[in-house]
């Protein structure tokens, strides 16, 4: 009879949104044989800061079977159609990223293309206008979508905002309801195998000590296991996103707006997450165009209402781990890396790294084939957000300060550069592996930061269609729909209010 190799102990390093849901799952799909033990110190805290997600995390959310309008309720959440960008392209210029399509296809050509076109001849009005999730973002209205293919209310999607508090809270009950041990207190000492390196032990300052198979490193931007004990080495992309600071600050609440919004400043830019009981915002920035005092006055200036707390700082290297699994180490979440949020892909890395650590699940043998090829998809998703976050920067035309020259005329990845290339040539967007932004997202992005292509598709030159009045007819036909949605307040009064 074969041995028993299966992994029978698995130790989380780190509370917060990253540990809670990596509990949440693993307790939740290992069903038996495996005790999972989860370590945080309420003295330490977690950065908090994730407030906005994008649609997969309903998936997340889903696969543990959670109730949507009780999590929105318990969370104090709203709805997020989308990202709007003021003043990214240039002063007074304002786009959408929206989640969903823009209308649905007509024609072999692609409705971009139409659309250029007809808006190149003065037959069509500016992109936003085309989907439909715009179109209920700007009326302040929201609904879940239709299951009718053939309705223009199925051609949206949406995510939310939510105390990012509250959701581990809410994790943790879900997590500890179904055997997960908590462990409080601080870390005294990390013990080794002399031989392989691989982690054995964890010891308390409280003289606890925790042995485990498997290590979870959500331990946040320190990266306690991954790199303070297996030094396992930092790729900085400071040079292509510059900003290395951010303030954030909760407010009144102001307009529950079912959108985020992110407003470029001069040395960086403000975000804005409408939730039921306040408005969270935050300055992320560069401190080598702007000093700390003048950022927290620059956001403080800029609330819908009273600060319910002082501005609280946080300091970060943008870039990765050169590697997110390590010996018998997973790094996932901060610990694994950090990317602002200005696409608010915070917990959903978090979430696609569960999905990996879940798809490939080792056994005590820990074959290196299984962590080279989780690695080798890890690497490649965060380096296409990555491309996609410097394309707001890189396409910027702004010349009003020094952080957007530099901005400007910095050196790009090439993977992107390609990218760029195409678009502004063709109008071509090209998909990419493990690019979990789809071609509507880098459209609305190429043309929201008026990167106007050159030249449409050949193939228009052949097609004998009316562009410019289908998307006339979609206009209005988004509009209506939109009008007959109920507000975003009244929606979450009637489903999911919080207490």
């Not at 190799?5 to 917060?16: A, E, L, S, T």
């Not at 407010?251 to 470029?264: D, H, I, K, N, Q």
């Not at 650590?357 to 490649?380: G, K, M």
């Not at 502004?424 to 880098?442: C, K």
Request: charged letters at 25%; aromatic letters at 10%.
């Amino acid at each position: 009879m074969a041995e028993d190799r299966r992994i029978r102990r698995v130790v989380i390093m780190g509370g917060g949104s990253a540990g809670w849901m990596t509990a949440a799952a693993l307790s939740h799909n290992l069903q038996r044989d495996c005790a999972i033990t989860l370590i945080e110190s309420e003295e330490i805290g977690t950065i908090g800061v994730g407030e906005a997600t994008i649609p997969p995390i309903q998936t997340f959310n889903q696969m543990l079977g959670l109730d949507e309008n009780d999590f929105v309720r318990r969370t104090k959440g709203t709805f997020k159609l989308g990202i709007q960008f003021v003043d990214w392209g240039k002063l007074g210029h304002t786009y959408f990223h929206p989640f969903g399509s823009y209308g649905r296809p007509f024609d072999l050509v692609q409705l971009q293309h139409h659309w250029q076109r007809a808006y190149a001849r003065g037959q069509a009005r500016g992109l936003d206008d085309y989907c439909m999730a715009w179109a209920a973002a700007r009326a302040n209205r929201f609904d879940r979508p239709a299951a009718d293919p053939r309705s223009v209310l199925s051609t949206f999607l949406y995510a939310y905002h939510f105390d990012a508090g509250l959701y581990a809270r809410y994790l943790r009950e879900f997590s500890e309801a179904r055997g997960v041990r908590r462990v409080e207190g601080k870390v005294r000492r990390v013990g080794q195998n002399a031989g392989s390196g691989f982690i054995e032990t964890i010891t308390m300052e409280s003289g606890v000590v925790v042995d485990g198979d498997l290590f979870i490193d959500c331990s946040g931007l320190r990266g306690l296991l991954i790199e303070g004990t297996l030094q396992t080495g930092y790729e900085d992309w400071t040079h292509w996103l510059p900003c290395n600071r951010a303030l954030a600050v909760p407010c009144e609440r102001g307009e529950l707006t079912p959108y985020t919004r992110s407003t470029a400043r001069a040395a960086g830019w403000q975000w804005r997450i409408p939730l039921q009981h306040r408005t969270g915002n935050g300055h992320v920035y560069s401190s080598e165009f702007i000093g700390d005092d003048e950022a927290a006055a620059v956001l403080l200036a800029n609330l819908d209402g009273k600060p319910l707390a002082d501005p609280r700082p946080i300091r970060f290297t943008t870039g990765r781990r050169k590697l997110f699994w390590n010996k018998n180490v997973i790094a996932i979440g901060l610990s694994s890396g950090f990317l602002e949020p200005l696409e608010s892909t915070s917990l959903h890395l978090i979430q696609a790294g569960i999905s990996k650590l879940l798809a490939y699940f080792p056994d005590r043998d820990f074959d290196p084939l299984v962590s080279q090829e989780f690695n080798r998809v890890a690497i490649n998703e965060v380096e296409r957000i990555r491309d996609f976050i410097i394309l707001h920067y890189c396409m910027t035309t702004r010349d009003d300060s020094p952080l957007w020259r530099y901005c400007a005329a910095m050196p790009i990845p090439e993977t992107l550069r390609y990218k760029i290339d195409h678009f502004r040539h063709y109008g071509r967007i090209l998909p990419g592996e493990m690019d979990i932004f789809g071609p509507a997202s880098w459209l609305a992005v190429h043309i929201g930061q008026l990167n106007l292509p050159l030249r449409n598709d050949p193939l228009m030159d052949y097609r004998d269609v009316d562009g410019a009045g289908y998307l006339e007819r979609l206009r209005q036909t988004l509009q209506s729909a939109a009008a007959g949605m109920p507000a975003h307040q009244a929606y979450i009064d009637k489903h999911c209010k919080a207490h």
